[in-house]
Each structure stands twice: as structure tokens, then as C-alpha cells.
């Protein structure tokens, strides 16, 4: 077999690298569309007038709707570890922690990361009671958060931050609660105050858990509004 030529192999690099950038331009464009519209309104037609390229690039790129939407699905929660868990990875593990997370999650929420406020709950409300690959899709990304959470508070308890008939689980639920409302509320109705009764209520349920008000308080004390 011939080799391929020096010239042949940085063609075909070149290409695949203008790929990977055309299809990371749409996937953003894709995510930002379904967090407002939702996963069920998100075809190659729309998204291509949305992204501003041609429906051929789109369906190039993925072929079907469905493989669009799981795709769109990863990119979101790809956006969504950059902005809120891996900012929080600077604290230790165990409250300070469990803080961070809660406080990233917040911004993630008040600051639009996504234009129709948190991604997820976005697209679960038209997907909840549709069975299916991209449901599936979506259901993991909640595990996952919710796992992440759960762990987080288990480190706590395994820590004596938090007093050991904490159940972690429960925590993290009720956690998942108030961040969900929040988000919720705000998004319809333009409001960020939401977000400072979604604080207060983690700070008294944390307290309440065991932990150091001096720790968790300043959680409570962040001005959404500024």
C-alpha cells in the first residue's frame, strides 16, 4: 500500500479540524436553542437557520435529528462541568465543597449560561414521558448530578462535617429541590430574587445537618441581584 503523501495526510487533518470546529459552532448554537424551545423542536432546518449555516453542513455533521439531539445533549453537559463542577473542584472535598457546588450552580442558573436558564430542566419537560435514546440521555445527566451531589455530601458525613444520621441522599434531593424552583421561577418570571430564597434554604438546611454556620453562611450572603 502506498503511503499517503505529507500533502495528503495535512489536507485531510485540515478538513477534520474545519469539522470539528464547524460542528463545536452548531452544537453551541444547538444547545442554546433547546434550552429555550426544548429537544423536540430542535431539527437540522431550524438549528441551521439558527446557527446561520447551511441545512447540508447540519445534516452532514449528524445525519438524523435523533443524533443531533444526543449530541447536543453531550455538548450541554460538557458546558455544564466547565461552568459548575469543575470550578468547584478548587475546594476540598467535603463541605467547603458541597458550597462551592451550590453556589456555581446558582451562577450557572442566574447568569444564563444557557439562555433558557439551566439546560436540563429545559429539555426534561418535553421528554419526561417520551421514551427513548435522547430521554435515556437525558435522564443520565440528572443522575449523574444527582450522584455527584450525593458523593459530595456522603465526604461530609464521612468527615464529621455534617452529623452521621445525615442521609446523603435525602440531602442531596432536597438540594436538587430547591436549585430546580429556583431555577424554575426565575426563568418565568425575570426574577433573581429566586435565587437568595433558594440560599437561604440550603444554608438552614446544611446547618440544620451539622454544619458550620461560619462555613455556609456566606453562601446566604451572595447578592444575585448585583
Known sequence: MTPISQDVAQLIDGRRLRGDAS??????SAADLASVEG??????GRLAAAARVSKSNV?????????????????AVQRFRETVLIPARVEPRGIRRIVALLDAWIAYSRDRVFPGGCFFAAVAADLDAKPGPVHDAVARAYDDWDS?????????????ELVPETDAAQLAFEFMALLDASNTRSVMTGSKEPYGLARRALVSRLIAAGADPAVVRPLAEVDDGA
Open 148 to 160: 455527584y451531589v450525593t458523593v459530595a455530601v456522603g465526604y461530609a458525613i464521612d468527615q464529621g
Open 59 to 75: 445534516a452532514t455533521l449528524f445525519g438524523s435529528k435523533e443524533r443531533l439531539q444526543l449530541a447536543t445533549i453531550d455538548a
Open 39 to 44: 429537544l423536540d423542536g430542535l431539527s437540522i
Open 23 to 28: 460542528r463545536r459552532v452548531v452544537l453551541e
